[in-house]
């Protein structure tokens, strides 16, 4: 309640006439003085007089036109917009969300008011207390007597279908519901489709006609239904010139180039006028056809002869005058068969029936042989033994030359036994049998070459073992047919012989084309390599007891083609200590199979991985896993997608400082960590990653049977990192603890990449770090999603990433980086709802989005530089301030703000905690470019901790309109050496006043 004018007036004067009390100027004579009086020369302007709709602050303060105005307008609250009111409301005006005209019934419903169309839709859209009475959009409903679905009669016009009317109309007979638009049309003489036509063209039951074009009694094209015979349509058809009446199935072919009778063949026939050739049919093809089928062309066709005569039309080799050959066939249709035919052959008599005749023996010729004691084959040494003949094979040690070749007991084995010192060759013309431990070595460098086509058969427990003491060297030929070496009797007995041995004093072995079957390889391998340097290519061993191929330290062998099958151990081992040479082009091991060994395929240092190539079969292992121990990668290396995932066992690391190496990993690779292990990229020197998984995609995960969050290290791109680029990268499973993707000082890509399940931080962003980051899902992570210190940024834009089950935000970041993420991006599930905004200084231009999710700002925020970077709030976006999370615009060096919020979807500075003072406050201070320093539909709330207010204007005469300020612990606007536009704002509940 205002107090009495008349009261405030005596008091006034009685406070001026105290004893003692200075004087005041009272010009208006209203009582108040110039010290509290806003318009001295103006007696209906005091503090505490009427306010009135005058467009003057007549009470004092600090509006103009209240809504409470003694002569303020009754108006109506207008809800939704419709121009109609409901709740009575005064203003000096009409405005938005008011309205002149109150009595809307429904003032959330825009279409409800009074005078709107009612509808049928069960409501009082008029406001007149009834509901859808004269609807404009009723429907109309006809009876329906037969129950047909449709409806005759005049249309009835209602909201809801009246008992025993339908929607449709049209019935044409409404007694009959046989009859109605929807029913069959049918040759009975009534209109059963209500369309106004009786038995018209098409009824379901009508006879099918041709239509007959040229009148010669035959049609053509679909047959129609017609209840009744009309003019040009006739029962036949067939009619392949419908327009041409010479030509139908009833006429006569004729030599004219036309199918006269429709049959679909050109001048065919009996003999009809202009026939003049007999033509006989040739079935297979020969020239001449069979007795009896001749028929008149008018002209040649396929498969027709003028001649005639073969007795036997379907084999193309026989017919008249056609060479006799021995197949059993009467060639030349003479009546004989096989008879001096230009193919017989030549006979022997075989005395002893071994298939060979002696050479001296009378020959004959003819297809058969005369009788079963004759040969096809000649030159028997002896005719009268069957076990002599070329067919048989040569028996060793009985002086006979069983084969007839003239040489006896060739092709019989040569044993070998102890050290061979002097050079030797082991042919394919004899088996080889090893019957004890066989060296080759000696002070004459001996050299042991086995040529193509050999076998060697080793005895229990026999080996070869080859400069192993002394000098020596193994030369295995078996470029075209290979080399086998193997059990003896080629036992299939794994562990039957010790295996192949090369040592420290071979000179240059090569084993080419070379196989390995049986050996032992429990000790070391079936093929060992002590210290050694050969060239093994196309080697393949096969079910070995042990190891199928071992590898020692100072070993450094040039493998081209590598196949290990069915070895109770590891396929293929090199020592920590060993190497492989790298004198061929691509991957050594590639191409071949590493297969049912009952270890691991293949065991090696992680410098040689690319040796393992992609188009090497593996399966069926007993753990299939590509070992690779720790290394670190010198060189530029490409790990293939194999059959079968990598085991990461120990740490491997890439760089170096002069060679700046590439680790490239190819799509489909998969690879799985040992505990504690992971994968170093440009940590201490430089060095790479490119891993492009853009079809199969590339996946860094733990190795654990059941894989859990902190299974292996991780991945870190250190400070030496040379711009990694991961695509189509799934990173599992890893540790987290400084991130399961950590980013020391460098600089990646990554692209459409995933990182699941991490016991701690899925990305994290250290130390001047600058990643781009696009198309990525980062889900499951123990700790924060994405992690971004103060020291780093996001190069380019954050874009279309999907951050997703995290155990505390999905993005923390710096205030500077806060730009680069794009509203594309989604956070969703996380253990907090928020991207958390650390402290920091915008200095470059800024565009800050609705994320979706709150902003928590967690320290002071400054927007200045030399630059003068202009900071956007996008609409619908909601920041929430911890106790010291203050946000200035220009205060020590130049910029300026835009909040770009909306009626609908305002911008919301809040506090964390939800209570007055629970942040200082926003302020824009003295170098703040007022001009381009613009709010509108903000809410600033539950500010003041600055001790002024929740927006300070600190010499910034910006603008502030259509927004809240609420709940501040001081003032709700401050201002300091500033006139800011203030416009349409809401004031509610601050502590020390509205406006200071």
Known sequence: MRPSWTLLLALAAGCR???????????????????????????LVAPFADERCDGIDNDCDGEVDEDDAVDALALFVDGDGDGYGGHRATACAVRAGLAAT????????????????????????DCDSDVDEDPVDTTAFFVDVDGDGFGAGPATLSCEAPLGMVAAGGDCADEDPSISPAADERCDKTDNDCDGEVDEEGAVDAPRWYRDEDGDGYGAGEPVGSCEERPGLVKLGGDCEPTWAEINPAVL???????????????YGDAVEGRTVLYYADADGDGYGADGSGLYWCA????????????????????VGAEEVCDHLDNDCDGEVDVEAIDERTWWFDADGDGYGAATSDARRGCDPPTVDWARFPDDCDDGDPAVSPGEAEVCGNDVDEDCDDERDN????????????SEVWGADHPHLVTCLTKVGGSAHPVLTVEDGAEVQFYPGAGLQIGDLSYGRLVVQGDVEGVRFTSLGDVATPGYWQGVTIGQQDEGSQLRGLTVAYADGTATGAVSLKSAAPLLRDLTVLDALGTGVYVDRGSEPEIDGLTVEGCGGDGLVLDPAAALARGIT???VA?????????????????YADEIGGSTVIAGNGVDLVELFGDTLVEDATWDALDVPWWISTTVSVGSSTGHPTLTLMDGAELRFAPGAGLSVGVSSAGRLVALGTGLGITLTSGAEVPAPGDWAGLTLGSADEGSELEGVTVAYAQGTNGAIYLNRSAPTLRDCQILDSLGVGLSVRNASAPQVSGCVIT???????????TSSLAGRFRENAITGSGGAPLSLPAAALGAVEDSCSFAGNALQEVTVTSGTVTEDAVWSNLGVPLHLTGPVSVGSHEAPHLVLREGLELRFDGLAALKVGSSSAASLEVAGTGAHPVVFTASSGAPGGWPGLTLGRSCDAAHTVMEHAVVEYGGGNGRGNVYFDSCSATLRDSTVAWSSNWGVYRSSANPTLSNITYLDNALGDLK
């Open 300 to 319: 040649p066709a396929a498969a027709l002869v003028t001649l005639e005569g073969d007795c036997d039309d379907e084999e193309p080799a026989v017919y």
């Open 253 to 267: 072919e004729a030599c004219n180039g036309y199918d006269d009778n429709c049959d679909g063949r050109i001048d």
């Open 591 to 607: 191409g071949g199979s590493l297969s049912d060994n009952g270890g691991y395929p293949a065991r090696l240092p992680a410098a």
């Open 780 to 790: 499951g992570s123990g700790g924060e999603g994405v992690s971004v210190d103060g």
């Open 586 to 588: 691509g991957p050594g």
């Open 17 to 43: 006439l105290q004893p003692g009390a200075p004087a005041y100027v009272d010009e208006d004579g209203d009582g108040w003085d110039t010290t509290t009086d806003c318009d001295d020369a103006d007696p």
């Open 411 to 422: 092709g019989c084995p040569i044993t070998h036994c102890g050290t061979i010192t002097a």
């Open 102 to 125: 109150g009595g809307d019934c429904d003032d959330a419903d825009v279409s409800t008011y009074p005078g709107a169309d009612e509808r049928c839709d069960g409501a009082d859209n």
